[in-house]
């Protein structure tokens, strides 16, 4: 196709270095015409400069240095900045390569994020998900920030060797997951157990729950957990459908409402194309008349039952009323006063200490004026509530969200020991 500009350029550069060496070939033959006859048969000169010597000497003769800030404003050689910033380099360099040349690329690339600051994580993940390098490139990451800028449906999971792909979903759906897996829920990807609760306030309880648990959890299944707020009660189809999109299935999964969701709950199984048993049926239909009747005794009863969950069950609980009522119920007059001076909320019985945080699950099914719904309260009662003083069903869902991350006899021991303080 001929020489591009550039190449021509250099052999005129090689040419002129040539003709520079014009006087030396004159004065060689002269001066080999000085000599006796018959002692040199001839002589010559042969340019030992071409285009690819040229551009090693230019190259060598070149100082990159890059500034990252007014620290090093002077500049510093590649090789001295960090080593994220070094993949970059490196990365950009093949890209603009393979650019530049038209020859074929695939990257295949192991956690690209390592070292990076979390901004570059961004542009890293945006750079991968872009249509024009997503199908030349395969990428491996431990990164939350990296996912949550891919779409859904260009994100595999990789466990224990074993490879889940998204089933196939419409446009729509797959929209809607590339939307939930964004903040927050980019974490669910890399957990083993999802724990799905109504709102921030729930998360804030069952994390801080999750922390403390941590320290007797000897297996480090634990690490595996991960609550997620939904947002509502209404809001648990997506969550679902998400949690429910890979084939083989990638996690396992534990949702958590308030009673009085009776009719969201089946909502959302219908939605997901789950069902209940009939025996989860025939309890929920319980808790919906309790609640008509405000027999407060029968609905707790009824969310124990439906608690106790069989093999092959669908794992959707319904709190024995509200969560706000579920986390205060057994504690003791001293502790709902000193945790309730800590949050600077005025009451000395678990009941009292219920209503300031806003149960309905009281006489009459109303809230009392003003509740104090602040996450941050939750969490410090998480952190703070006695282990022997929790509800029984929150031990049963701290319980059954670890296991799912590990095997049920290592979630009894860590249990057993959170309880028992050692």
Known sequence: KGATRAEREAMKVVDSLEKLAGPLQDFWKQFLDRLPSGWVADG?????????????????????????????????????????????????????????????????????????????????????????????????????????????????????????????????????????????????????????VEGPGDRALFEALRRRLARYDKTGSIDHCYVVDVGANSQFAPWLKLVRAYSPPAFSWLGVLDSDSVNEVRDAVSHAGLHFSARQTGELDAVKAAIEANDLGACEAAARRLAKLAVGETPLLLAP?????????????????????????????????????????????????????????????????????LDEFVIGVLERWLTGAGDSKAARLAIAAFKSGR
């Open 44 to 196: 010559q000169t042969d340019s030992q400069v071409d285009r690819e010597v040229l551009a090693r000497f230019v190259v060598d003769q070149l100082a990159l240095r890059l500034a990252t800030g007014t620290h090093d404003i002077s500049g510093v050689p590649p090789r001295e900045v960090g080593s994220g910033l070094q993949s970059l380099l490196d990365l950009e360099l093949r890209r603009y390569a393979a650019e530049t040349t038209g020859s074929p690329l695939f990257l295949a690339i192991e956690e690209p994020e390592v070292f990076l600051h979390p901004s570059a994580q961004r542009y890293l993940g945006r750079m991968f998900a872009d249509e024009r390098l997503a199908a030349r490139s395969l990428v491996s990451s431990h990164s939350p920030l990296v996912l949550e800028e891919a779409r859904f449906e260009q994100v595999a999971l990789v466990r224990d060797h074993v490879v889940h792909q998204p089933r196939g979903i419409d446009g729509d759906r797959a929209a809607i997951n590339s939307w939930l897996m964004s903040g927050r829920g980019a974490e669910v990807f890399f957990a083993r157990s999802v724990l799905l």
């Open 321 to 389: 009323g509200d969560l706000e009522y579920v986390m205060t119920s057994r504690l003791s007059n001293a502790t709902a006063t000193s945790l309730g001076t800590a949050v600077s909320l005025s009451a000395s019985t678990a009941m009292e200490m219920a209503e300031r945080l806003g149960t309905k699950h009281r006489v009459g099914g109303k809230a009392v004026e003003g509740p104090n719904k602040k996450p941050w309260i939750r969490r410090h009662i998480g952190q703070e509530v006695p282990a022997t003083e």
